[in-house]
């Protein structure tokens, strides 16, 4: 079978996943001639729950609320199936839009433990509008990471905001978030290392011990010595992905893991570009002054624009847009 008889097209696939139509067709028939009826998401998460129960292989140390154990199991059976993790033993963060879970790493990968990112549910999380943060970036829906520019079915859905275009953008946050990890990693950012992405997951290297998951800045009072350091390491992280005409776009001491004297950045579905989104530089001032202020109260006072404005000239070169960015 060739590599393109094996490639189902993204538009097939996401309609046949989630039982949807992107709104510009109409539905299909059943046989006796009537409209299929739209699921309720109890309806959705009650067959995800039978789909990936404990009937499927996938049993887990840690116990998940009922509502969390469908969508839960599912988005991590085939990092089980893939003998990549073995167990979940605790939830570590909790969050509006994405828990994140200490797993059991398989010993074939040579590690005690993963982290596995799992989105909640569309119906029941609040995933921030990124509106801002795509402007000038491609949509990703590639299972293989790479982005490309899809037809016009997917760009109608996606304004329309139909189901249909709102579990693209989803898929397309997650994967978006996955290429930016995978390639700053391999650039040498300090980022945990990507292990494996599925349907609403994605597993990483973790960083911690069993029994507590490494906290982040905004919960440390780092030791004086370790003050300036740490702030050249977040900004060289800033200046690498800058380089790379990348920008984190929500960057703070919320967003730092901090463990044994080093810092590891997290969670980049909102990364922007440099070059083709208007709102870069103001977005990249952003982050460097949340990073300032952190600074600032562990007794390093440094000045966000003259930071920016060097880093911008030095790795974009171009005169930037001025203007703050648009409220979400």
């Known amino acids: 079978m060739t590599r393109d008889e094996q490639r189902i097209d993204e538009y097939d696939y996401y309609t046949e996943k989630f039982h949807l139509t992107n709104g510009d067709e109409a539905p299909r028939q059943s046989k006796a001639g009537r ?3 739209k699921k309720s998401q109890g309806q959705i998460v009650a067959e995800l729950a039978e789909a990936a129960g404990l ?17 839960l199991l599912s988005s991590l059976q085939s990092f089980y199936d893939r003998t990549l993790i073995t167990d979940v033993l605790s939830r570590v963060k909790g969050g509006k839009e994405a828990n994140v879970y200490l797993c059991q790493a398989d010993p074939a990968t040579g590690l005690s433990w993963l982290a596995a990112k799992v989105y909640r549910p569309r119906g029941m999380r609040n995933l921030r509008n990124d509106r801002l943060y795509r402007e000038g970036r491609e949509l990703a829906v590639s299972a293989s990471g790479v982005n490309r520019r899809r037809d016009s079915r997917m760009m109608r859905a996606l304004k329309k905001k139909s189901e249909f275009g709102m579990e693209i953008a989803h ?8 290429g930016a990890l995978e390639q700053l990693y391999n650039l040498g950012a300090a980022v945990p290392k990507p292990y494996a992405t599925s349907d609403n997951a994605i597993l990483m290297g973790y960083v911690g011990d069993r029994n507590r998951a490494a906290p982040t800045l905004h919960e440390v009072t780092l030791p004086t010595r370790e003050v ?15 380089q790379h005409r990348m920008i984190h776009g929500d960057l703070s001491a919320y967003n730092i893991l901090y463990w044994e004297g080093q810092i590891t950045l997290i969670d980049f579905p909102q990364v922007t570009m440099a070059l083709t989104n208007p709102s870069a530089y103001m977005i990249l001032r952003r982050d460097i002054q949340r990073i300032c202020d952190y600074f600032a109260l562990q007794g390093l006072v440094r000045e966000a624009t003259p930071i920016t404005d060097k880093l911008w000239w030095k790795h974009v070169g171009i005169e930037p847009v001025r203007r703050p960015p648009e409220r979400e």
């Open 35 to 37: 409209k299929p009826k």
């Open 55 to 71: 009937e499927a292989g996938f049993q887990t140390t840690y116990q998940p609320a009922r509502f969390e154990t469908g969508w």
């Open 171 to 178: 898929s397309s946050w997650i994967l978006h978030e996955y």
């Open 228 to 242: 300036e350091p740490l702030f050249n390491e977040a900004i060289r992280n800033v200046a690498l992905m800058l």
